[in-house]
C-alpha cells in the first residue's frame, strides 16, 4: 500500500478511515456484514481509482492500492463479528452508486459518511 505524504494533510480523515479498517472486516472463512462491505468499499475504490489502481480519499490526497486484493486486505482486518460501530446496511446502499472525487494523488472514492 502507497500512502502519498500529501494524505497527511487530512489526518483526522485518513484516522477514520484506518479506524473503519481495523473495526470494518473480520477473521474467519465466512464473508460476514463487515466483509461485505470491505469488499464493496474496495470495488468501489477500484471503479473510482482507474487504471489499475485502487484509490480512497478527498480532494487532500488518498490512500491507494495497487489492486483489489490488497485493498480488501486492509480493510478486512480484525473486524469482530457483530461490530455496531459501522452501520453495514446503510454503507453498503451508499456505495450502490460510489462518489468519485479528484484527489491530489488522481482519482479516488469519496468514502460515503456511512461508511465511516
Do not use: H, W
Amino acid at each position: 500500500m502507497k500512502i502519498p505524504v500529501s494524505a497527511f494533510r487530512s489526518l483526522p480523515r485518513l484516522i477514520v478511515l484506518a479506524s473503519l479498517a481495523v473495526s470494518a472486516a473480520g477473521c474467519g472463512g465466512d464473508d460476514n456484514a463487515c466483509v461485505k462491505v470491505a469488499k464493496t468499499i474496495c470495488a468501489a475504490a477500484c471503479s473510482c481509482g482507474g487504471s489499475g489502481r485502487c484509490a480512497i480519499g478527498d480532494s487532500s490526497g488518498a490512500i491507494t492500492f495497487s489492486n483489489e486484493s490488497g485493498c480488501v486486505t486492509v480493510y478486512s482486518l480484525g473486524c469482530p463479528d457483530g461490530d455496531g460501530s459501522v452501520d453495514f446496511a446503510a454503507c453498503q446502499s451508499a456505495l450502490s452508486s460510489p462518489a468519485c472525487v479528484q484527489s491530489s494523488d488522481g482519482p479516488a472514492l469519496d468514502l460515503p459518511a456511512a461508511c465511516e
